[in-house]
């Protein structure tokens, strides 16, 4: 008797590390379902496996540099295309392309499962938000794929899963405050670590962060803020805000006005150092270190506050005592501490690495195994 057959599309198939696909391949080994990944994309070249019997996960990467193989157009032939697979199919986007997930309604109307750590599906309008959970089957149509997105807010670490779980049996979120980001992380705990002895100034510590390999290759994407707000975006959503994209809250940009035209990474951390928006930035660390405590670059959504998203959702830089978790975070970790009616007194916190190719990995791996077990 033939098992269970299930078609994975990985699209977004590049990157540094090959930890989802190793990470598949090894579930795959043990499962017992047959998973056959039946296309790997990037931007221009792909494995496609047109007959469905699935691309040989064991040799892919040797396999894939040497496809000459175009990329199926997106998403018309690419929808085309997993629509006649022979049984369901699991979409994996890998990318951080917002006409990917654009496209999500299309796939899941069609009955296509998608998992991702793609954050624009969920935080970009709430128009394309709306769209994904009304074409969805959670969210309200009966033929239509699963969707997760796990890993687009902390990693592979609980954070989406939990916040849904609390609101479904009735618990009221009344604050989630934390550090989202780990390039933020990284920077403010080397920046003004909690013995005061940070003697590095931020230009130093901008550059440092970023010879360390925590920043993107343009660490003005880190320091703008944006990520930070995406993923808060996609939080309040989840917590039953209605917030329409992330214009409509304030955002501290940690990049001075006249560095956002520099032309690329190297000529922002070029022209950082002796620039006066550092001695800001060091006013306020010292300002807090007058107090007894430390600067942390922090998303917090206060539900109580005032009455409209621009008074209850704010990304930038607070003041937190020292002995408070957030302010004793170590490394690039994250730290979300969500306050409700129920977990009142003391918050319920989620802490741990919350970027990297494994950690990553498992969040997309692990809703992966969540479509299995619905279907
Ligand atoms: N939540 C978290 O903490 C966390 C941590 C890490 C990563 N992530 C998320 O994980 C995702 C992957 O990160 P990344 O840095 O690798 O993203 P990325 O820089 O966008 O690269 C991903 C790949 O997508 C490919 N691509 C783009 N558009 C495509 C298309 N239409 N069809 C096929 N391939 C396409 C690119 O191909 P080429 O190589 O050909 O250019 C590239 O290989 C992102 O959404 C990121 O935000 C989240
Ligand atoms: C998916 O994205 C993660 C995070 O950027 C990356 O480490 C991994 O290599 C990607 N997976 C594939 C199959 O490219
Ligand atoms: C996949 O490739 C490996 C290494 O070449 C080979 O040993 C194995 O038989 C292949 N598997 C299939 C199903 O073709
Ligand atoms: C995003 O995907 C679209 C559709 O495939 C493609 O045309 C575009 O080049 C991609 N953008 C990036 C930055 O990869």
Redesign the pocket.
């Known amino acids: 008797m033939s098992s269970k057959v299930v078609h994975v599309a990985?699209i977004?198939?590049?990157?540094?590390?090959?930890?989802?696909?190793n990470q598949?391949s090894a579930f795959a080994a043990k499962s017992s379902v047959t998973l056959k990944t039946i296309l790997?994309s990037?931007s221009k070249t792909a494995l496609v496996s047109r007959d469905y019997s699935g691309i040989n996960l064991s040799t892919w990467e040797s396999d894939f540099a040497s496809s000459a193989v175009a990329t199926p157009a997106f998403p018309a032939e690419t929808l085309d295309f997993l629509k006649s697979a022979p049984g369901p199919v699991i979409l994996?986007d890998?990318t951080?392309n917002e006409s990917v997930a654009a496209a999500y309604p299309q796939f899941l109307n069609a009955g296509i499962h998608i998992v991702t750590?793609n954050k624009k599906g969920f935080s970009s309008g709430i128009q394309l938000w709306n769209d994904i959970f009304a074409a969805a089957k959670n969210g309200g149509n009966p033929n239509g794929g699963y969707v997760f997105h796990e890993?687009s807010c902390g990693?592979g670490l609980p954070v989406i899963s939990t916040i849904k779980e609390l609101v479904e049996t009735g618990d009221v979120i009344k604050k989630i405050e934390g550090v989202f980001s780990g390039t933020m992380s990284f920077l403010f705990n080397n920046y003004a670590p909690l013995d005061g002895k940070g003697t590095m100034g931020f230009a130093d510590a901008v550059k440092f962060a970023k010879d360390e390999g925590y920043t993107e290759p343009d660490p003005r994407d880190d320091l703008n803020g944006a990520d930070v707000a995406r993923k808060l975006t996609i939080l309040a959503r989840l917590s039953g805000l209605q917030v329409e994209d992330i214009t409509k809250f304030p955002i501290q940009s940690l990049v001075p006005a006249d560095l956002e035209s520099a032309k690329d990474g190297d000529e922002y951390l070029a022209k950082l150092p002796g620039h006066k928006s550092n001695d800001d930035i060091a006013e306020k660390k010292a300002a807090a270190e007058a107090q007894g405590g430390v600067i942390r670059y922090v998303g917090s959504i206060d539900f109580s506050a005032g009455s409209e998203v621009v008074d209850k959702v704010s990304v930038g830089l607070r003041t937190f005592d020292k002995t408070s978790p957030i302010a004793g975070l170590q490394g690039a970790d994250n730290i979300i501490s969500i306050t409700t009616e129920r977990y009142n007194k003391t918050p319920l916190v989620i802490q741990g690495a919350g970027?990297?190719?494994?950690v990553?990995?498992m969040g997309?791996l692990g809703d992966l195994i969540k479509v299995l077990q619905r279907i």
Do not use: H, M, Q
């Not at 977004?12 to 696909?21: D, E, R």
């Not at 970027?355 to 494994?358: I, L, N, Q, W």
């Open positions: 990985i977004g198939a590049g990157g540094v590390g090959k930890c989802f696909i598949l790997l990037r994996v890998n951080s750590p890993a990693a970027a990297g190719g494994d990553t990995a997309v």
